[in-house]
C-alpha cells in the first residue's frame, strides 16, 4: 500500500484547533489508515493507506476530524511522487542552504493556471525562502 503525506490546515496555530499528535494518530489509525507518523506537533503527517485518488482520502481524513473532533479542517493529501516533485522544484536550489527555513505553499484542490498566470511564484520573507506549488488539472504537481 502506498504512503502519503497528510498536510492539515490550521492545527495547533495559536489556541484554535488544538490536536494532541497522540489523538490525531488514534483518529487517523481508526479511519483505517496503518504506519501513522505525525511530525512535532504540526498537523503533518505521514502514513499508509489503499491506493485511491489523493482527494478521495483528503475527504475522508476532513470527515473524521470533523465527527470526532468537530473541527473543520481542510487537508492536502499528497503522493510521494508529488511530494518528491515539490522538493525537486524548489527554486532556491543552490541559493538557501538551511532546509528547516524553506516552505511550500500548496493549494488543496488543482488552480486553474488561469488564475495565477503572472503572479509571483517564489519569494523571500523576511525568515524564509518559499513558494507556491500547484496541481494541473491531472492532478500532478507544477512548479
Known amino acids: 500500500m502506498p504512503r502519503y503525506a497528510v498536510l492539515l490546515r490550521g492545527i495547533n496555530v495559536g489556541r484554535a484547533k488544538r490536536v494532541a499528535m497522540a489523538d490525531l494518530r ?10 501513522v507518523r505525525t511530525h512535532l506537533n504540526s498537523g503533518n503527517v505521514v502514513l499508509t493507506g489503499e491506493d485511491a485518488d489523493t482527494a478521495a482520502h483528503a475527504e475522508r481524513i476532513e470527515d473524521a476530524i470533523r465527527a470526532r473532533l468537530g473541527m473543520e479542517v481542510r487537508c492536502a ?34 488552480v486553474d493556471p488561469a488564475l495565477v498566470a503572472g503572479t509571483r511564484r517564489c519569494r523571500r520573507t523576511r525568515t524564509a525562502p518559499a513558494w507556491v506549488t500547484t ?9
Open 135 to 143: 496541481r494541473s488539472t491531472s492532478g500532478a504537481p507544477t512548479a
Open 77 to 110: 493529501v499528497l503522493t510521494a511522487e508529488e511530494l518528491r516533485a515539490i522538493v525537486a522544484g524548489h527554486p532556491f536550489d543552490g541559493v538557501a542552504d538551511n532546509g528547516s527555513r524553506m516552505m511550500a505553499f500548496v493549494y488543496v484542490q488543482p
Open 26 to 35: 488514534s483518529l487517523l489509525e481508526a479511519t483505517g489508515y496503518t504506519d
